[in-house]
């Protein structure tokens, strides 16, 4: 991906403090709402219909929810979404400091704010491209900065706060969530408008729903962008399913020791993001995306067969900035390609695919350790995403990269002379062969 370096337009940067902001109170939530729940009841049951609770938008929702965003304001939409979510999380810290939070309330919120982050994090998909006038190097360098950070506030700095401040009380993170998303609604309410998405012909939800899923089965590209996260959501969930087990079982290491093996997941996710952009010019972005996902692989491939504590850091190190570099490579290409009025329902079909597909790699790995090893979870999760690398190759290769951008720019040039046209326009056109 190609392009002539341009500066970013001053409504980046409080978009990307606001999902800073906001990113730093979902990390102090992902570690305070497990240890709410931990403290109300012992049973694994109910601890995990709380952490169950905040996907389920994603499994029952996901596509309908990109309908809806193709259909509203996307800016409103955000900030409507992060001062609700605010108003929610107020309520439920009044209800913590009264004493009278449970379990099903627990799971209620976590449910309201997934769904709260199925609009929002769309929404902001969606929007992105617009602000940025669908420049494919300006949206790398984007999307490169916004991974950095939320891995940086949400990986790093989040959690630990969050565990600080339940110490403190268990009212006191829920409110410090919640000022976070009071703070980002504030500051995206304030961003420049952009075009609302192009009214098109009167249809059913359902029916504008389908058209979003079937133009990313059409396209062989978005559907291998799909694919990768989808097919590696098994293989990353099987790992995290068994990481434990494996740390303390076979590398002999505590609490502290598995901690800091996390710690080097994100440091190569923070070096993967920053570097996405450069390997994008240098390899093609179609290569770049084989190529991380080559990484990704060899690997967990790596670690499958770590012999120490250190060997088992390096490779997660590794596989974190492939993880790093295709989460910035692969949205941005999306983003430069699909048209404004389907980019929701495109978004939130991808995503929706590689939530739906995370519990199987759950049950996966733990029938595999049950039964065999746990390094045969590790070992076949490895196998996994060189597989899904071969399969994915030739869909997003640079020629498929290339004429899918060449496309994009001139049904954007054929916009802006001619009347917005119908749900399907386009979708031959992406679906190179």
Known sequence: MTSDVRKTPAGFGRLWTAQTVSSLGDGVSHAALPLLALALTRDPMALAVVSAAGTLPWLLFG??????????????????????????????????????????????????????????????????????????????????????????ASGFAGPPAGSALLALGRAVPLLADAVSFAVCAVLVRSLPATPRPVTQARESLLRQARAGATYVFRSRLLLGLALR????????????????????????????????????????????????????????????????????????????????????????????????????????????????????????????????????????????ATAYDVRTALYAAAGLLLAMTAVTATMTGNRRVEAALATATLESEEVHRTPARGEGAGAAAVSSP
């Open 63 to 152: 596509v309908l929810g990109g309908a809806l965003v193709d259909r509203w304001d996307r800016r409103r939409t955000m900030w409507v979404t992060d001062a609700a979510r605010a108003v929610l999380l107020a309520v439920t810290a009044a209800a913590a400091a009264l004493d009278v939070l449970g379990i099903p309330l627990l799971a209620a919120v976590a449910f309201l704010l997934g769904l709260g982050g199925l609009f929002f994090d769309t929404a902001a998909t969606a929007y992105l491209p617009d602000l940025l006038g669908r420049d494919p190097a300006l949206l790398e360098r984007a999307n490169s900065r916004l991974r950095g950070t939320q891995t940086a």
């Open 229 to 368: 996260p989808a097919v590696g959501n098994i293989a990353f969930v099987g790992v995290e399913t068994v990481l434990a087990l494996f740390a303390h079982d076979r590398l002999g290491i505590g609490s502290l020791g598995f901690g800091l093996l996390l710690t080097a997941e994100a440091t190569g996710g923070l070096l993967g993001a920053g570097i996405a952009s450069f390997l994008g010019r240098r390899l093609g972005t179609g290569t770049a995306l084989t190529c991380t996902a080559a990484v990704e692989g060899l690997a967990v491939l790596a670690l499958a067969a770590a012999p120490n504590a250190y060997v088992a850091g390096l490779a997660l190190a590794v596989c974190g900035a492939g993880m790093g570099a295709t989460m910035v490579l692969g949205p941005s290409l999306r983003q430069a390609i699909v048209p404004s009025h389907l980019m929701g329902r495109v978004a939130s079909t991808s995503r929706m695919l590689s939530m739906c597909a995370a519990p199987f790699g759950a049950f996966l790995a733990g029938w595999l």
